[in-house]
Structures are given as C-alpha cells and as structure tokens.
C-alpha cells in the first residue's frame, strides 16, 4: 500500500510518519507524476487558498481529480476537507469539487481558534484526540455521505465513498487511528 501526502505546504512529514506507523509506505508528493503508483492521498491542513494556487499552478488540480474520479481514496484533514469539497459556504467556487459535502471555513469562532478535544469518530475510536486549528465544518453531506463524527452539533468527520474529510488535524498527535481507517478504505477500493 503506497500512500502520498501532497506537499505543496502544511503538515506533511507527521502525516507521513503516521501512515508509516499505520503500516503503509508513505511519500510525500511534490510532482504530479508521483501520483502515478500511488493507492491513496492525503491532503494536510494549511491554507486552503494558498494551496489551492499552488495546486493550479502545478497542475495538481486536474490530476487529482483523475486520481479521484479513479476511485483512488482521498483524505482531506482541515484546509485539505475544504480542498476537496463541492461546496464551501458563500463562496461560488470550489477547488477540487470532488467530494459531495458543503464547508464552511473557519468554523469555530475566535477564541476557539484552536483547541484539542477527545470525540467519538465512528468506526474509529471512541475517544479521538482532535486538534482544531481555525478549523472548517462540515454543513452538509450528500446523499451517499456519512456522518463519523459531532463536535457541538458540527460534522467534523465525514465520508463520502472513497472520500474521508477531517475538520481537525489527526497527523498532530499520537493516534493513528484515523490513518488506519483510511487505510482499511484504500485496502476497500484496491484491486
Ligand atoms: N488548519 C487548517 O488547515 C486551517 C484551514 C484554514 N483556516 C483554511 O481556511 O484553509
């Protein structure tokens, strides 16, 4: 199982190091060709506008959405859900436009901006450590999409097919329990 971490910025080496430690191999993506042998992706957090220019300037954006529309799973944590969404909140754009939810950006309020919280994710944990930095939620799914997680009446994990979207950032902290589940879906979708 051969994983990349699409590293135009953000968190990319402890997404790495985690989907190591969940048994994978794991690169980090700079070029569109290195998408070419790989199972699964994950999109880190970061800046979503910032990474979205440069996915566009690298070609990233057509690429991914061939990767994708390949039914090769996709992991977006925080900018990366937002990346990946169909529909971000007052905005009449999207980036990838690949997975059918609706996000809105920086969803927790001020003083919130950034905190860590111990959640159910279902089929994953039942006391996942979250950290949320300036995270997005999720508004709405589609009509095939799953609810795996809540945090105050918010959807912060949620899944569409071979498309997994987390609000928080799972790559900073111990617990690979996410990375595993996402490894369980690349393992679903490989033949
Ligand atoms: N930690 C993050 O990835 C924050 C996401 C950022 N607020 C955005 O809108 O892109």
Redesign the pocket.
Known sequence: MKIGVLALQ?AVVEHVRMLEEAGATAVSVKKVEELDDLDGLVIP?????TISKLMHKYGFIEAIREFGEAKKPIFGT??GA?LLANRINGQDDFHLGLMDIKVE??AFGRQKDSFEVEMPVAGVAADYPAVF????YVMEVGENGQVLAKYEEKIVVARDGHYLAAAF?PELTDDIRLHKYFLDMVKEYHS
């Open positions: 953000g957090g970061g800046e979503s506008t925080c900018a937002i950006r920086n930095i300036r995270a997005p950032h």
